[in-house]
């Protein structure tokens, strides 16, 4: 990882200081035993590269992960189970999409937003296999076994990220290969370590090995900034039975998955539908309980409340609320939309709540700014050592379609006038990433004033007809800092660039990039015309198996819609009429693959299309 300002090199060795051998419980009863203690298991290293049914994982770089990628089915993992993980470049497995990390690194266990993983050498690893690291040897594999009663995660030979200033030398020192099992037959979870070298660059935590639940208020970390030794094991130990009864009620997320931030057209005849999205995270059933659904304004001035009741909750299962009272953008300016659980004897209210940035935009106005930050820089800003990494946020527009023109950036220092790069990337990658380039301006260091914003007019307008895009500010060397806005509410749409790549900006739900869009109009756009029918947006998006649309019975002729789906081909794979109930539709997706699709109403001669993201 590419750190922010100057670090300094730890360098600890931890082969002879593992004198504790096992440990726990943990509240819910997992202990864990290494291959030290005389009743712990033996190093048993499982070889998979070579084999046949092993998948190479592509992807992986400095500080960022990939995935989903599907379990041979449901392992038990705490008091709920898991079908899929993501790949975490740093070290680390994780059951929920949303949990990523970089350095320094936690404390098991830590309830905050990144729960819900198992980590074997959560560190600062380096994957980055471009520039001065060309031939780095970091691979990652998977594997099944052929009776699908294992899964085996094996990181080969990946080092340690390095602070390296000089060009020409490489950012990564050292060998690492461990190996992550999940064992079925008895839900064990074993890291196993074949080889271990070098230190990395952190200060601080540097090294956390253990696992965190879904909540995380419970956990075991058997090591924390101690490398461990070759040839070992860690295995952790479920109870045969827990005592442990959790009542948990959860918000999993608001309007989107990632909470994003969203622009809203104030100059519209209609509303903004309310949606979110609960969960029992614990282990007991959980009777109805109530969910409040409010806006506020940027002065915490109450605009919408919204009180609704949820249906019986078992573990593990999830339910989409859509709140009787929408929010009416009248007046431009910063909304908070907070959706909040109310569950009686509730054991961890750290998750009960999630905040969505509602930005209110004036749509008549020849230009309109796209900002998610407050205009006011933190003291210092973010710059990556090396001189080599970057920022991003990612903007929807309120309306389509619209032309990109400009980009402000707010640079806090450029003590070496090397200037930046803005680059202007389509959302057409997997999952609505970053794909197409679309434009790449330089903005030389003579042109900015530190302290303020400096605009940037794109190469040509960038007609955007649908979905949303990526601004991009890249370093053209060292000491560059970007501004960071510390005042909530905060967007969830940042993400910093490492190695090439972009990721979730680490401290995104604590802070905000100042890089700023400008839009203009361009004839009528299309979201115009979709408040005015009254259909809202598909909840949630991306969807798996269902998806669910609000719709104002006042565009509808005796209660029924045409609704039509288009592939990305544009191909037409459905034509039904379909009827509303409650003011909503439900579209089953179960026979849908993963990909993009255009969904059209047909109503009272009207027809409007939505966007509606699928992944399995």
Known sequence: MKKILLLMICVISGFGLYAQTSGGPDLYGYVWKDSNDPNGQAYNWIEIIGDSSTVEISGLTDDNKVGPFFLPGPFAYYWNTVDRFWIGSNGYLSFSANTSHAASFPIIPTPDTKNNYIAALMSDLNFENTGDNIGNPAKCYYWMSPGMDSAVVTFDSVGFWIDTPVAGTIDYNGVNTFQFILNYIDSTITFQYKNQSGTNSVAGQYLTIGIENISGADGLMPNSNLFPPTNYSLKFIPPVSSTLQINDAATEYVDNIVTGARFISKNVTGAYYLNSQVGNNGNTVLNPFSVSGVVRSSTNALVVSNIATTDT???????????????????????????????????????????????VIDTTLAEMTLAYDNGVAAVGGISWSGGNGGCANYFIPPFYPCDITKASIFIVADPMSVGYHIKVFADNGPNNSAGTLLDSVNVAGSSITAGQFTTTLMTAPIRIDSGGFYIAWNMNGNQVALGQDLVAPFSNRNFEILSGTLSDYRSRETEDLMIRSVISRVGVGIEDVDAETGIGQFFPNPARDRAAITIDASVLGQGKIVVQLYDMKGALISNEQMTIQNGQLEINLTNYQTGLYTVLFIANNKEVNRKLQVTK
């Open 313 to 359: 909750l078992d573990p593990g299962q999830t339910q989409n609320l859509s709140f009787a009272n929408p929010f009416i953008p009248v007046n431009a300016g910063t909304f908070k939309f907070i959706n909040t659980t109310t569950l009686a004897g509730d054991a961890f209210v750290g998750n009960n709540g999630k905040t969505q940035e509602l930005l």
